[in-house]
């Protein structure tokens, strides 16, 4: 654990000093991270460009405002969290994002792109329609720029007409390489006096300062005195180029896989399957394309980027225009991929509805990190994908068991003439590949007793093998039923199931998923069933490990096997 | 109704023949908005415009895509349709926005603002790669040149490298005003020759043509073919400027006021309600800030926006943006209310989730045109809001049940601390203001007999209330509730209600409705009720009245008293 450095020992510190600080500051996240797993070459590219910021502004008075959050370590280090720093994305420990609830250095939470100058731009009217005096700050890295938000943003300042100073860091980098035209913007400012460049953020209302090295304190620290400064007098954009993975050369050479760090053994990844089912029916279907938004190597979709080249598309953390881009591809004969985490699925939610779904055209949504998925938290858990797909006219939902069933419905995927989405998580166990058919579930276990489980996902079969193991040594049959879409749902199945007692289980939001569905099938038809739902509760779901989470926040086995002997008693 | 023109016509047409065509169309569109309603200002404004891309491409070969589409008129009667013009918005006749169904020149169907630039990629993108030949031309107004997804798309150009003529049709509005930096950028342009904006389009791979007159032929025309032209070699952005309501004084005068025409007879309008019930809220509270986004004047601000003009804002098209604005400057210590229509919402989904909700700030969302929303079809009906509010933790959400009621929620919602929804439809009928306590329903009639309905919200109230006179009539006594609350339910008075039988009625999706949440909140406590839910069923709702509409898809009378009968016959 190291010492906590105040924001006292920063203004008072000599430039040896202050170099000394951001060492032990990379030291001691690189090793936190190491056990603890989280974003590590982010982080280690941004010390001296915290430490600068909380030597310069008066912090929390100042108001200081990640983009994603992602990079907030030295910030946390920075703000009395040094001695709770090892807790770092454990169960009840510090968040790796901002957080309000955990500092009042944290004043705005953030784990999507792109909220940051809207968020600062809030703080800054806010502050000025009550008279108050502090400095907002956006800090935001050139991955963002891609995104639509931040241009909204842009384009209001001049309408709102409060400051902000807007540190843009630039490393290159989203979690892929950032690409598109405001990137090459972006990339020229960075040789040559940019005059025409500097005229565009002149245009939204920015004075633009730059480039600066972000990693040389010795530029730094007077840049951002100056743009401090020239704040006085309107919102200020201050270009800052910093090196991802800066001061661990293994980081610095490979800022895509060192972006976030697992601490854990992995499992099999379904990203590894769906590149390589992608790859082979790309071969057989020329129509076939994939849309990715700045997450290639995350959504396993390397290879087929590598093998299909001009069939690959990486927009950039651009989640609505690849939404549109797949529609559009669609209505014109291409038979669209777009690959994407669960969380950020959320942003194309209109497009999904009004591009994909109203117009019918045969994208396959491929949903990854779908259920409670750990340690990022709030912003991360994908626990809303059943509910907010479950009411989308058109659209088929797909919940694979295994991997080998991913594959399977891929497979099938790419001759159906549908919207299709599959939703799956991070990690699972491989596991033979079947036959699929749309709508159908797979009857794991029979029984002649009055209870069977329907059961979405890998993680939540797993679950209702274990409680069926105990049940069974207590004398308790019980049914399992892999219910692989939510829509359709197997009709013919639900309609034969003998079983008056049905427990639902899925690693989703209780409200709209799995069970919901099951229970308005029976009451849309006046069949008497009683239908018990196991699910994520009604609040957000903190950080900690996935297992953990489910078992105290909805899915625990030994609350299932409870409601099981109390049916089965009454039966 | 007006000889159809044919594109062959334009083709082969002298000047003066033309002009001739465009002064029939001109009329023919107003002739037509005047007897069925729809978009007025903004078909007028391009006749010329839609007259030359007809005649200088070939479509339905070439691929016109209309963003957001309300100005697709001159369009349609150019396309085949001008002998069903006159059936424009009604039941079972033409849409008033694009439609594949309708006509193959129409190629992608819009309705929300920005998608065309991403459309249009799309479609050139498939074109390349299939090894067609096809133009794309994006016709998009300066007032979605502020929404990000607009930007998203510029952005991917040089990504996607296929070619694309984007029409920036620029009126200075959206339907209200355009406003911001970019809409600055672009007013200079028109001023004087624009060196260095150009430059901002071509760096994201635009060759830039402009300004021309796009209400005078003589000077579209050559423009529109110079740009095809240049087309062969790359993209190109052509800036047109037309006068929204050309051609019609008192269109020109009054842009926002004829932007949409509406041919009923008005009942009173909740947006009226909110512009009082705010500049009287203002009044006390100086924390209250308002937000729109381009839709002052249609959500009833324009009153608190003259009255409070340093505490609205108007961000452009922004529906993200304007979201994250409302959650931090609540973070801050304001009291935003952002009020928008209900399906322009599921833009800002993501950030009402994770900005608004998760965060529990007190940010009002004032959600109009929600419901069953008519003759713009599809794409503005607002028949998804409770499905997709359900599931959000934290997140109170009110469905007043007349204007009155309305009123009093605005009121309760000053004080009111979380983040808070209340949907509205756009017309209703006043009604006295009396108190409403979150969480708490209101019983319209009780009942000794075993059946009571649950309606939420002004339109299914009427629908029960002429449903319970028609079984009171045959003997059949039920209660009625103004279930006034999704989130959260009156718990104390569902479980406190004696009858077995419940009927929830709601202008909503049937899936993760009030219909949903009355079930589950009896499930989940094991209390055997039965359920029947009435509501808006699994499929996208084409244009027509409101009242049919929802008597022919999941609301119909005589249904809900068929049920009815039939559970009163059980009991």
């Not at 400012?189 to 304190?217: A, H, I, T």
Request: aromatic share 8%; proline share 4%.
């Amino acid at each position: 654990m190291m010492k906590q450095i105040t924001d006292g020992d920063l203004k008072a510190a000599s430039p040896a000093q202050l170099k000394e600080y951001c060492n032990a500051l990379r030291e001691e996240i690189f090793r936190t991270v190491s056990v603890c797993g989280g974003h590590l070459s982010s982080n280690l590219g941004t010390v001296e460009l915290t430490v600068a910021l909380h030597r310069v502004f008066d912090l929390p008075h100042d108001k200081l405002i990640f983009d994603v959050g992602h990079q907030c370590y030295t910030h946390k280090l920075l703000s009395g969290r040094a001695n709770t720093f090892h807790t770092l994305r454990k169960r009840g420990g510090l968040s790796g994002f901002p957080k309000r609830s955990e500092s009042e250095y944290d004043c705005y939470d953030t784990g999507h792109a792109g909220t940051a100058i809207s968020a600062a731009l809030g703080f800054a009217k806010a502050r000025d329609l009550k008279g108050e005096t502090y400095n907002v700050i956006a800090l935001v890295g050139d991955g963002s720029f891609n995104n639509g938000l931040v241009y909204e943003a842009l384009n209001s300042i001049k309408i709102l007409g409060s400051r902000v100073l807007i540190v843009l860091n630039d490393n290159g980098m989203s979690i892929s390489p950032t690409v598109g035209g405001m990137h090459e913007l972006l990339g020229e400012m960075k040789g040559k006096p940019p005059l025409d460049d500097v005229r565009l953020f002149e245009r939204f209302g920015l004075s633009y300062r730059g480039v600066v090295n972000g990693n040389d304190l010795n530029e730094l620290l007077p840049a951002l005195e100056e743009a401090k400064n020239d704040l006085r007098h309107g919102s200020v954009l201050l270009h800052v180029s910093t090196k991802k993975g800066q001061g661990y050369s293994f980081c610095e050479c490979a800022p895509v896989e060192t972006h976030g760090v697992s601490p854990s053994q992995k499992q099999s990844e379904y990203n590894a399957a769906l590149g390589e089912e992608l790859c082979r029916l790309a071969e057989l279907h020329p129509e076939i394309v994939a849309v990715t938004a700045a997450m290639t190597d995350n959504l396993g979709l390397r290879p087929f980027f590598e093998k299909y080249p001009a069939r690959a598309f990486d927009v950039g953390i651009c989640e609505e225009h690849a939404s549109v881009l797949c529609a559009s591809m669609a209505a014109a004969g291409m038979k669209p991929y777009y690959a994407i985490f669960s969380t950020f699925l959320e942003r194309a939610f209109d497009e999904i509805i009004h591009d994909i779904c109203a117009q019918e055209l045969p994208v396959t949504l491929c949903i990854d990190r779908a259920g409670v998925s750990g340690a990022d938290g709030e912003t991360h858990q994908g626990v809303f994908d059943l509910s907010f797909l479950s009411f989308i006219p058109n659209l088929t939902v797909a919940i694979p068991k295994d991997i080998g069933e991913f594959r399977a419905m891929l497979r099938a995927s790419a001759d159906f003439r549908g919207p299709l989405a599959i939703r799956y998580p991070r990690e699972g166990s491989e596991g033979a590949i079947s036959d699929v058919k749309i709508g159908k579930f797979e009857v794991l276990h029979s029984t002649m007793s009055d209870i069977t489980m329907l059961a979405a996902g890998e993680r939540c079969l797993r679950i209702a093998e274990e409680v069926r193991g105990n049940a069974l040594a207590e004398g308790l049959d019980v049914g399992l039923i892999n219910a692989r879409f939510l829509r359709p749902l197997d009709e013919e199945l639900l309609l034969s199931l003998p079983q008056n007692t049905l427990i639902t289980l899925e690693d989703n939001a209780l409200i709209g998923g799995l069970g919901d569905a099951v229970a308005r099938f029976y009451r849309a038809r006046g069949i008497e069933k009683t239908v018990l739902n196991f699910g994520v509760g009604d609040r957000f779901l903190p950080h900690g490990e996935p297992k953990e989470l489910m078992d105290d926040f909805g899915l625990g086995k030994a609350d299932i096997l409870a409601a099981m002997r109390k049916h089965y008693a009454r039966g």
